[in-house]
């Protein structure tokens, strides 16, 4: 290849935005001729790293706009420590396809039993498959809705929160309510009701919301928009957190009842 042609070449590929190929031209060039590829060959290889390299770029964008507060994955949750937890049902999950409908997924269980990696993990799932997330803790979520309705901005705020394909709230229930922030929630709830999936960590039972809520028929409304297109996993079994400090010593094992 000439230098005009190879310089054309370059300048074609980047104007078709095709940037990673054009870095790699010379590497594809020189592997293609010491492997003898046919040019159908060749342009296999090119075009194969051209998508992988734009489906790598926009997960890393999609992680950064997702704001996780760790680095979780399926492959890192120990199912076998958490046998109430479904693998095939967390997988289904993974696919993404519940986005499709605006369905909801819920996850209940005691603090420290996993329900945050399981989120991270599949949050970081509906990435991969193409989608947008958003992670953010239902006291952020909350002091934003709130902040931004004292300023008379909420209804930017509230699209900004339906705006993500996928919104994951994490550790609902943890504190009681303020009458202001269940209104607030519930605002939300409706406008991404059947419109956008949302992916709620919570320790407590459904039965419990009426007093997270400090108001049983505002409860009743949120739940009521949130069941009605749902998967529910229940997560039971003991901390890790717990674990690791027994296993270290600064926990003592509970004491077996005599038979």
Avoid: C
Avoid at 7 to 30: F, K, P, S, Y
Avoid at 127 to 140: C, K, P, Q, W
Avoid at 141 to 156: F, I, N, S, V, Y
Wanted: hydrophobic letters at 45%.
């Amino acid at each position: 290849m000439s230098a005009i042609v190879h310089a054309r070449v370059t300048e074609h590929l980047q104007r078709l935005r095709l940037g990673h190929v054009a870095e790699r031209l010379d590497a594809l060039l020189t592997d293609a001729a010491k492997n003898e590829r046919t040019f159908l060959d060749f342009l296999d290889v090119l075009l194969g790293e051209e998508i992988a390299s734009k489906h790598h770029k926009r997960l890393v964008m999609g992680l950064q706009i997702a704001h996780f507060p760790a680095a979780k994955t399926l492959d890192g949750f120990d199912f076998a420590l958490q046998p109430s937890v479904d693998k095939r049902l967390v997988h289904e999950v993974a696919t993404g396809r519940f986005l499709a409908n605006g369905e909801n997924v819920l996850l209940f269980g005691p603090p420290g039993v996993g329900k945050t990696h399981l989120a991270i993990a599949l949050g970081r799932a509906v990435i991969e498959a193409g989608h947008s997330a958003l992670f953010v803790s239902t006291t952020a979520l909350l002091g934003a809705l709130a902040k931004a309705e004292t300023e008379g901005q909420l209804d930017a705020k509230l699209a900004f929160y339906a705006k993500p394909k996928l919104l994951l709230i994490d550790e609902l229930g943890y504190l009681p309510f303020e009458r202001r922030s269940a209104h607030l929630l519930f605002q939300l709830v409706t406008k991404r009701y059947e419109r956008g999936s949302l992916l709620i960590t919570t320790n407590q039972a459904v039965t419990q919301w009426g007093q997270v809520f400090g108001d049983e028929v505002l409860a009743a409304a949120i739940l009521d928009r949130l069941l009605h297109h749902s998967h529910t996993r229940m997560i039971q079994g003991e901390s890790y957190r717990l674990r690791q400090k027994r296993k270290a010593g600064f926990v003592s094992s509970p004491k077996r009842e005599p038979r």
